[in-house]
């Protein structure tokens, strides 16, 4: 298959409209968001949701998100919708936040991979919205990355994973965010933080005192272990090169690196110039928002760094630093040193 590479900086419309069209056809389309680049195919047809676990090689049980570009949309997508989600709607809508609601019956089955909920989101990307608005289909999208690998926050992510795969690629904007979109589940007694983002907990809390935060958000499940949400079983974000997790104060995280050989360090820029062996910089200790936006990228480029291991310095878990600090562990494999 050619993959069309669809110019949305220069050529907005008819980006737009040849992405809207193919996806109207049963195609599948990486589009930016600002989160990470999404793998979009039509959330009411099952062979193209079909398509889209084939070109990332995405286990068959794990459910993707559903995508909206209003909030009148909701319906088509959840029935059964509690107060409570049109009040998280209001104050976190349009933006890096997910709901998971009972299923609405329109919804193709694959998207849920069999349950009875849908995750749904309304992104504040002008590209998707306009894509979802022009075509009139809701979209349902995962990370439009190899699964197992870090997400694409740059179109050249992409097309480095998934080219020849899918039908085209919305070539925008590097995603101004950066990790993939809080997920929330508010179909249990209480509602359940499923997957940590850009929405914080503090932030989720003024609408959902009662929020609960799910174990697999910060441990390993064991084998066998009953998963609230699928996406958090799998080994996920993770380069080639073997990756461990270092807690700990710059000082001692500075000797600790510097002691070790044939490897890399994945640093704060204020520990940078300390650093003597290889060493990339994600970002000032104090702004876990750049943390957030530089991860995926750091961790795509750990393998050309031609080391056999290498040491990343874990994020505080404050704020968005626990969607960061859940993603590195997991491109850690949970391994993890505490100095
Ligand atoms: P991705 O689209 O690759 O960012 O992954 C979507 C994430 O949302 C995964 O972690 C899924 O497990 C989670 N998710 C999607 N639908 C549901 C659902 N119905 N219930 C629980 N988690 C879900
Ligand atoms: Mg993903």
Redesign the pocket.
Same mark, same amino acid.
Request: glycine share 6%; aromatic share 0%; proline share 10%.
């Given at each position: 298959m050619i993959t069309q590479k669809l110019d949305a900086i220069n050529d907005y419309a008819n980006a737009v409209n040849v992405a809207s069209e193919i996806l109207k056809s049963g195609g599948i389309v990486a589009v930016p968001t600002e989160t #990470?680049y999404?793998l979009a195919a039509s959330a009411y047809s099952d062979d193209a949701i079909k398509s889209v676990f084939t070109a990332k090689g995405r286990p068959q049980d794990?459910? %993707?998100?559903v995508h909206i570009a209003s909030i009148d949309m909701l319906n088509d997508i959840a029935c059964d919708i509690p107060d409570v989600a049109y009040e998280c709607a209001k104050a976190f809508w349009p933006g890096p936040f997910?709901m #998971?609601l009972p299923?609405g019956d329109k919804i193709a089955d694959s998207v +849920?991979a069999g %349950?009875n909920? #849908? /995750?749904v989101r309304f992104p504040s990307d002008k590209t998707i919205c306009d894509i979802i608005l022009k075509s009139g289909l809701p979209l349902a /999208?995962?990370?439009a990355n190899t699964s197992g690998r870090p997400?694409p926050t740059t179109a050249s992510h992409v097309i480095e994973d998934l080219d020849g795969k899918i039908d085209a690629v919305v070539c925008g904007n590097d995603s101004s965010v950066g990790v993939? +979109?809080t #997920?929330v589940?508010l179909v249990g007694e209480k509602p359940r933080l %499923?997957?940590p983002g850009a929405v914080t907990p503090e932030q989720l809390r003024k609408i959902l005192p009662d929020l609960i935060i799910d174990d697999a958000v910060l441990k390993q499940l064991k084998e066998g272990e009953k998963v /609230?949400?699928?996406?958090?079983k799998y080994k996920h974000y993770a380069p080639k090169t073997n990756a461990i997790l270092v807690e700990g104060c710059s000082n001692s995280f500075v000797r600790y690196v510097n002691q070790k050989t044939d490897c890399a360090a994945i640093c704060f820029e204020e520990e940078y110039y300390s650093i003597s062996v290889k060493k990339i910089s994600y970002g000032s200790k104090r702004n876990e928002s750049t943390l957030a936006k530089n991860v995926f990228a750091v961790l795509r480029d750990i393998d050309t760094l031609g080391v056999k291991e290498v040491y990343i310095h874990a994020p505080s878990k404050d704020g968005v630093g626990l969607a960061v600090y859940n993603r590195l562990i997991r491109a850690c494999g949970f391994n993890v040193v505490t100095l």
């Open positions: #990470v999404g794990n459910p %993707l998100i997910t #998971v299923k +849920s %349950l909920t #849908v /995750a /999208a995962p990370s997400s993939e +979109s #997920v589940s %499923l997957r /609230a949400s699928p996406g958090m």
